[in-house]
């Protein structure tokens, strides 16, 4: 990618966009009829991943376009600079590694002439060991009682990944621990997470890439409070508090032990690194081996992203498809629809993974882009949103693409459940795609009255997401599949998916309002006339 060029300079986009002219009204029933093989043609796999992206408002032609948009792009070329660990976040003059964190040992990563793997690979040994010693018993509070609830506190890349990957993987999870997840400053999120676990069985794990988030600080100090008042003592920190961290400084000034330290590095942006060290309590939850087993996942997706042909490469087609609808149909959001309730978190853990990467309006040499980024995403798990927001998405005057996800195999016993989950995931990828019309309605004996409101158009596209069982391996294989999918649309656009300064301007705002709502005497409020009257409505009625 020549470096000032943007994504709608490049031939292939401009020849999309005549193209998109073409197909917008082509409907995906006469896409099927002319092409009966499509269902099984424009599919991918790896690794018991199997992407259908037949349901698609796409032809041969769009395929071919899309895909020459990813070579004038630059796509392999930057995916490459990343895995070879070049500082390709050049906001903030950082590598981007977190392939790094699944590399196997014996490969090789330099950042500044310093292999990575061997730090990488030293820090997951030792967080095996500690998980070892609490899944086991042996690392004891400062009572002498063993280990039985884990919470994280954390908020935002120290959260998501973890909590959803606890949820996830509950079946594969040791069920005799208890593990909460606090993340909001609001003390509620605090209260509920703790009101009914003893102090003494309770391991308080500090997830902060920083250690500096409001948020975090303030819930861990509420937390070493909650626990000296109960254990009557300062030492018991010691047992019950673990960081994870890349400041150690900060860690030690906090008073946690940089023993009970797991680091990681800048190079591991926040919201890609629950496989990190921020990834302790999966480790703990589901023990050394099944977070092996989800880093193979990782890895694996790597490879095939490094490896595969362009034509059947995931995380490549998941990215450009993306863009298709993004920037060529108009649409706003895609809709992640796992049909897991395992899986239920999933969709919040991929806005942060791509509303945060992905929602820039300057492009890497500092120009205001002029197409669209990032989508919006949102969802929740089917069937639960069957009954909530799918009318919008089969007849709304709005287009959502949507990904569903679905497995194969039910880890739950309930298995005979299973084939309704995924009867409906199915229909409803035909349902949105195939629609009804009104010859069909009326075949049925539909009264004619109801006929407009009952024609579902379809022609609405879909991605399904099939994989064999939703295990560890499973798991990273399909955070992988996103996080390069993320990075591909990234590199389209031509913007820097690693940095977030938008999320700044709150938290320097918010440094200003703090003091203005704690004083008592009445602070001069110098903001605009909402927020004073605002932050004087809440001063005058908070105690009311
Ligand atoms: O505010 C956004 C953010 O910086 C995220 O990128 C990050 O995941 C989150 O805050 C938490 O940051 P930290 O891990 O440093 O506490």
């Not at 019950?240 to 680091?263: P, R």
């Not at 301007?505 to 703090?514: D, E, F, M, N, S």
């Amino acid at each position: 990618m020549a470096d000032s060029q943007r994504a709608n300079d490049v031939a292939a986009w401009k020849a999309l966009a005549t193209h998109y002219q073409q197909i917008k009204d082509v409907h995906l029933r006469q896409l099927f009829a002319d092409d009966p093989g499509r269902g099984e043609r424009l599919t991918a796999e790896t690794g018991g991943i199997y992407l259908d992206y037949s349901k698609n408002r796409i032809t041969d032609e769009t395929l071919r376009l899309l895909l020459q948009l990813a070579q004038e792009r630059g796509v392999a070329q930057r995916r490459d600079a990343m895995f070879r660990g070049e500082k390709i976040n050049l906001t903030e003059g950082r590598a981007v590694l977190h392939v790094a964190l699944r590399a196997p040992l014996g490969a090789r990563i330099l950042v500044d002439g310093h292999d990575v793997v061997p730090d990488v690979h030293q820090v997951l040994q030792a967080m095996a060991a500690f998980a070892d010693r609490v899944r086991g018993g042996a690392w004891l509070g400062h009572t002498g009682k063993r280990i039985r609830n884990v919470v994280n506190i954390g908020i935002g890349g120290s959260y998501l990944g973890p909590e959803m990957a606890y949820l996830a993987l509950r079946p594969f999870s040791d069920r005799s621990m208890t593990f909460r997840f606090v993340s909001n400053v609001d003390g509620a999120d605090f209260t509920e997470a703790t009101h009914d676990l003893d102090p003494g069985e309770t391991l308080f794990v500090v997830a902060s890439k920083t250690f500096t988030t409001l948020e975090t600080m303030t819930n861990a100090a509420t937390a070493r409070q909650w626990l000296v008042h109960a254990l009557g003592s300062d030492a018991a920190v010691a047992r019950h508090f673990v960081a994870l961290s890349t400041n150690t400084e900060a860690v030690g000034k906090f008073g946690i032990d940089t023993d009970n330290m797991f680091g990681f590095w800048d190079w591991v942006g926040g919201r890609y690194s629950m496989d990190s060290a921020i990834g302790l309590s999966t480790m703990i939850a589901i023990g050394r081996d099944g977070f092996r087993d989800m880093l193979a996942g990782f890895r694996a997706m790597d490879e095939h992203f490094l490896t595969a042909p362009p034509e059947r490469n995931l995380p490549l087609l998941l990215g450009l498809l993306t863009v298709w609808y993004n920037d060529f149909f108009g649409a706003e959001t895609i809709a992640v629809l796992p049909y897991s309730s395992n899986m239920r978190r999933f969709p919040a853990y991929l806005q942060q993974l791509q509303m945060e990467s992905n929602g820039k309006h300057v492009d890497l040499q500092g120009h205001s882009v002029d197409v669209q980024t990032g989508p919006i995403i949102w969802g929740e798990p089917g069937t639960d949103g069957q009954h909530s927001f799918y009318q919008l998405l089969h007849q709304g005057t709005k287009l959502v693409p949507c990904d569903f996800i679905g497995f194969c195999r039910p880890l739950s016993p309930v298995a005979h459940q299973h084939d309704l989950l995924m009867a409906n995931l199915f229909a409803q990828a035909e349902a949105l795609a195939f629609g009804k019309t009104a010859q069909e309605l009326a075949a049925e004996g539909s009264p004619p009255f109801q006929t407009p409101f009952r024609v579902t158009e379809g022609n609405r596209p879909s991605n399904v997401i099939l994989a064999d069982e939703l295990t560890p391996f499973t798991l990273g294989a399909l955070v992988a599949l996103y996080e390069h999918s993320v990075f591909t649309q990234g590199t389209i656009w031509g913007i820097d998916s690693f940095d977030q300064w938008g999320v700044e301007l709150g938290k320097v705002l918010a440094q200003r309002i703090i003091p203005e709502l704690t004083a008592s005497a009445q602070p001069a409020l110098h903001h605009d006339g909402s927020t004073n009257t605002l932050i004087q409505r809440f001063r005058d009625r908070r105690r009311a």
